[in-house]
């Protein structure tokens, strides 16, 4: 449950930061805006990534023979 709401609270984060960058027309644009929105998207994509190399790549195969202990 906690991991959900810290991605949904990270989602939103980043979401806030990218239409803060999105907002500032007329304005010099802060670097903390887009440095914030980076950050977010990058560990938005960490966390998928790490769930997709779980499922994916370290699955456990139940084809493959066991290897046992002597």
């Not at 499922?55 to 202990?69: C, G, K, N, T």
Request: hydrophobic content about 65%.
């Amino acid at each position: 449950m906690i991991r959900k709401i810290s991605a949904a609270l990270l989602a939103i984060v980043g979401a806030i930061a990218i239409g803060g960058v999105a907002l500032q027309r007329h304005e010099p644009i802060n670097a903390l805006w887009i440095l914030t929105a980076a950050v977010c998207v990058y560990l938005l994509g960490y966390r998928f990534y790490a769930a997709w190399i779980a499922a994916r790549v370290l699955s456990v195969d139940a084809s493959r023979a066991a290897i046992q202990a002597a």
